[in-house]
């Protein structure tokens, strides 16, 4: 969740996710209108029949993603894969640690 003040003369703004936000006087008014305005959302979801989404630090996760990238990219990691000794999985997963290390802990 994220919180918005605008200014003293202006309300508090919650946001949750795309499907729903908040205004209030204060964030904890805008915490309660929130919690409305979600379930509300739920409710949508489910006379549509649709599932109701999770949140990104709710889900659970395998640690496997498929991602795609230009073929030239490609092949210059798996060179420098090839270089290190490594396979390409290894090398785009240290890539990517470096780059969140500060997340993780």
Do not use: C
Not at 7 to 20: G, H
Not at 74 to 102: C, F, P, T, W
């Amino acid at each position: 969740m994220q919180v918005f003040p605008y200014s003293a003369a202006t309300p508090a703004q919650l946001w949750s996710n795309q499907e729903s936000a908040a205004f209030a006087d204060n964030p904890e008014s805008a915490l309660e209108e929130l919690h409305t305005a979600w379930e509300g959302v739920k409710e949508s979801y489910k006379k549509h029949g649709e599932p109701i989404p999770v949140a990104p630090a709710n889900k659970n996760y395998s640690g496997q993603f498929n991602v795609r990238i230009d073929k030239r990219l490609h092949k210059v990691l798996a060179m420098e894969a090839a270089q290190a000794g490594i396979s390409l999985n290894a090398l785009i997963s240290q890539k990517l640690v470096r780059g969140h290390e500060d997340s993780l802990q």
